[in-house]
Antibody
Framework: EVQLVESGGGLVQPGRSLRLSCVAS????????MTWVRQAPGKGLEWVSG????????KYADSVKGRFTISRDNSKNMVHLQLNSLRAEDTAEFYC??????????????WGQGTMVIVSS | EIVLTQSPDFQSVTPKEKVTITCRAS??????LHWYQQKPDQSPKLLIK???QSISGVPSRFSGSGSGTDFTLTINSLEAEDAAAYYC?????????FGQGTRLEIK
């Protein structure tokens, strides 16, 4: 069974950092691009960042570029998102998402249950 | 950035009705347009990929069509379990973008 399980969310003060993790199972992890998508409370979906299967290529939304860093460890079937300089507007559910191929530009066929990040003083 | 505009934002429908949700892109995305369903307190689920390709396990009443800038998600013979938010998503170019969502309420 394909499964994605996120962790690392929580309550954090503005300007501080947080590291989100996602462990994958049930598929050949290194063969697929992985993505983080977020959803602010009561709002729609926003693409945050993506990483290729090898980890050699990454992409970021302008809203997080320079503050967030995506990485992956294929030996552990994990993908991470380092969140720095957090702002109130980063408050959201963060979903770990699997693409349908090794490329970035693809549909998302598996979503984790999400991990909530709340940025507040 | 490619902006995706869905219509309507909200629709209240009765069971067995046929529902059509549209997604218009600000520039051509070819067929790199996908549809998701998100039920309350759940993660999104892929319904249709590449405008019209069906997904294993998704009921056949869900179908998609379109190319370029205009796309449609059709739900034939709506069921009560279809109450959800629906989102389109383009993977043609970065940044990847989603439509604002369409919320379906079942009367």
């Amino acid at each position: 069974e394909v499964q994605l399980v996120e962790s690392g969310g929580g309550l954090v003060q503005p300007g501080r950092s947080l590291r989100l993790s996602c462990v994958a199972s049930g598929f050949a992890f290194s063969s697929y691009a992985m993505t983080w998508v977020r959803q602010a409370p009561g709002k729609g979906l926003e693409w945050v960042s993506g990483i290729s299967g090898s980890g050699g290529s990454t992409k970021y939304a302008d809203s997080v570029k320079g503050r967030f860093t995506i990485s992956r460890d294929n030996s552990k079937n994990m993908v991470h998102l380092q969140l720095n300089s957090l702002r109130a507007e980063d408050t959201a559910e963060f979903y770990c998402v699997k693409g349908t191929t090794s490329g970035f530009n693809d549909a998302f066929d598996m979503w984790g249950q999400g991990t909530m990040v709340i940025v507040s003083s | 950035e490619i902006v995706l505009t869905q219509s309507p934002d909200f629709q209240s429908v009765t069971p067995k009705e046929k529902v059509t949700i549209t997604c218009r892109a600000s520039q051509s995305v070819g067929t790199s347009l996908h549809w998701y369903q998100q039920k309350p307190d759940q993660s999104p689920k892929l319904l249709i990929k590449y405008a019209s390709q069906s997904i294993s396990g998704v009921p056949s009443r869900f179908s998609g069509s379109g190319s370029g800038t205009d796309f449609t998600l059709t739900i034939n013979s709506l069921e009560a379990e279809d109450a959800a938010a629906y989102y389109c998503h383009q993977s043609s170019s970065f940044p990847i973008t989603f439509g604002q969502g369409t919320r379906l309420e079942i009367k």
